[in-house]
């Protein structure tokens, strides 16, 4: 009998798979999950101590504090900081929202500064300026920066600082999605969470390293700040019940903490085999379309992996026919956004973002991406870019 062809379509290609996380980490998650279960303590429990040390360890810095998200990781931060009304932070529009609407919870103003067109982070000359018109316009203090780590990549600390030291400001990392990233080589390397004296994080699933849910910690080498953070995440309770100042609740499960201990395990090999895919699409797609760059130094989380093309929607279609998943993060800056609106000057305000906006398309990403599945992505952007 003649061989049947095998017609069934390839299966879908997700951005992200937890599911083939989930065959390598699973059982461990379980074990740890069972512990938690037993023991009962369920909110800052063993597994959050635990973890809290850990993340420590992991960013070379004295203090993690967790807490229930990386938004309040944000608010929690600057509120630490004293940064309230009346007070300038300097942001990126080209972000989640998270990034300026934790500034606006303080009661703070988000001054928005335009990126760097190669690395989609902050552009520290546009900082200077921003902090020169706001100077001179002399309605707000100039207090913070919060440079963000786009894709996983880290913004251009070295630069940040010495921009920041001038101004009198202070720096806060919103490595929301750079968490596993390192910034210098050899003797120079330094993880994220030691590029800044304020770190947060988030752990949202579909993050370089995410938990079953929302959580987010705050990084610190400042004994001062950490435990400031410390109770503000617990209602402004200090160690003897004092209520001394108005918190949040904002704490992290110990069931969470169980599968981020779990996902720390096998987090380097992870970062390693996205480091990898990155290279496979730079390999196949430099010459055709633009490719984001790596950093010169240390490495980046490859949170996302995001081309940019004036063909945008076409590229797509093809992808959407081929059953892969695709996104646009940021399909707009913040300050062209109603709520933000107020914040920026509309329009044309800050070009590269816009444009920026206007081009991204991020393709799948993950820690378990093979090479064939790569090949397929790239083949099927190739085949749309040569259809006339
Ligand atoms: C840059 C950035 N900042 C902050 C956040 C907020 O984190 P969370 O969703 O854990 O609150 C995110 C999440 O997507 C982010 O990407």
């Given at each position: 009998?003649?061989?049947?062809?095998?017609?069934?379509?390839?299966?879908?290609?997700?951005?992200?798979?937890?599911?083939?996380?989930?065959?390598?980490?699973?059982?461990?998650?379980?074990?740890?999950?069972?512990?938690?279960?037993?023991?009962?303590?369920?909110?800052?429990?063993?597994?959050?101590?635990?973890?809290?040390?850990?993340?420590?360890?992991?960013?070379g810095?004295?203090?993690?504090?967790?807490?229930?998200?990386?938004?309040?990781?944000?608010?929690?931060?600057?509120?630490?900081?004293?940064?309230?009304?009346?007070?300038?932070?300097?942001?990126?529009?080209?972000?989640?929202?998270?990034?300026?609407?934790?500034?606006?919870?303080?009661?703070?103003?988000?001054?928005?500064?335009?990126?760097?067109?190669?690395?989609?982070?902050?552009?520290?000359?546009?900082?200077?300026?921003?902090?020169?018109?706001?100077?001179?316009?002399?309605?707000?203090?100039?207090?913070?920066?919060?440079?963000?780590?786009?894709?996983?990549?880290?913004?251009?600390?070295p630069?940040?600082?010495?921009?920041?030291?001038?101004?009198?400001?202070?720096?806060?990392?919103?490595?929301?999605?750079?968490?596993?990233?390192v910034q210098g080589d050899g003797q120079e390397a330094r993880p994220?969470?030691s590029?800044?004296?304020?770190?947060?994080?988030?752990?949202?699933?579909?993050?370089?390293?995410?938990?079953?849910?929302?959580?987010?910690?705050?990084?610190?080498?400042?004994?001062?700040?950490?435990?400031?953070?410390?109770?503000?995440?617990?209602?402004?309770?200090?160690?003897?019940?004092?209520?001394?100042?108005?918190?949040?609740?904002?704490?992290?499960?110990?069931?969470?903490?169980?599968?981020?201990?779990?996902?720390?395990?096998?987090?380097?090999?992870?970062?390693?085999?996205?480091?990898?895919?990155?290279?496979?699409?730079?390999?196949?797609?430099?010459?055709?379309?633009?490719?984001?760059?790596?950093?010169?130094d240390g490495?980046?989380?490859?949170?996302?992996?995001?081309?940019?093309?004036?063909?945008?929607?076409?590229?797509?279609?093809?992808?959407?026919?081929?059953?892969?998943?695709?996104?646009?993060?940021?399909?707009?800056?913040?300050?062209?956004?109603?709520?933000?609106?107020?914040?920026?000057?509309?329009?044309?305000?800050?070009?590269?973002?816009?444009?920026?906006?206007?081009?991204?398309?991020?393709?799948?990403?993950?820690?378990?991406?093979?090479?064939?599945?790569?090949?397929?992505?790239?083949?099927?952007?190739?085949?749309?870019?040569?259809?006339?």
């Amino acid at each position: 009998m003649a061989a049947v062809p095998d017609l069934s379509p390839l299966p879908p290609v997700p951005l992200v798979d937890l599911q083939k996380q989930l065959a390598v980490v699973g059982d461990a998650i379980q074990q740890r999950m069972a512990a938690v279960l037993q023991g009962g303590d369920f909110i800052l429990g063993g597994a959050v101590g635990e973890l809290e040390g850990r993340l420590a360890d992991y960013a070379g810095v004295a203090q993690a504090i967790t807490v229930a998200n990386g938004t309040d990781a944000l608010q929690i931060a600057l509120m630490a900081m004293d940064v309230g009304a009346g007070d300038a932070v300097f942001v990126p529009p080209f972000t989640f929202a998270a990034t300026a609407g934790a500034v606006v919870l303080t009661g703070a103003t988000p001054v928005f500064v335009d990126i760097d067109d190669t690395t989609f982070t902050m552009d520290p000359l546009q900082l200077e300026n921003k902090v020169a018109a706001v100077r001179a316009a002399g309605a707000l203090t100039p207090r913070a920066v919060i440079p963000v780590d786009l894709f996983g990549r880290p913004a251009d600390y070295p630069a940040i600082h010495a921009v920041a030291q001038a101004a009198g400001l202070q720096v806060l990392a919103d490595a929301a999605q750079s968490f596993g990233a390192v910034q210098g080589d050899g003797q120079e390397a330094r993880p994220v969470g030691s590029l800044a004296p304020m770190t947060t994080v988030s752990f949202y699933p579909s993050k370089p390293l995410g938990c079953f849910g929302d959580g987010g910690a705050i990084l610190t080498d400042d004994p001062t700040l950490a435990e400031r953070c410390r109770r503000l995440r617990g209602h402004g309770f200090d160690a003897t019940g004092e209520a001394r100042q108005v918190g949040m609740n904002s704490r992290l499960d110990s069931l969470q903490a169980a599968v981020l201990l779990a996902k720390l395990d096998v987090f380097d090999q992870e970062l390693a085999a996205r480091s990898q895919a990155a290279a496979w699409y730079d390999e196949r797609l430099r010459d055709s379309l633009r490719t984001p760059e790596s950093p010169p130094d240390g490495r980046s989380a490859w949170a996302v992996y995001s081309i940019r093309t004036r063909e945008r929607e076409r590229l797509r279609q093809a992808l959407r026919e081929a059953g892969i998943a695709s996104a646009i993060y940021y399909a707009k800056p913040l300050h062209l956004h109603e709520a933000y609106a107020a914040f920026g000057d509309g329009a044309g305000s800050l070009p590269v973002s816009e444009t920026a906006s206007a081009e991204v398309l991020a393709l799948p990403m993950h820690g378990y991406l093979d090479e064939p599945t790569v090949t397929r992505v790239c083949d099927t952007l190739l085949g749309a870019l040569a259809k006339p």
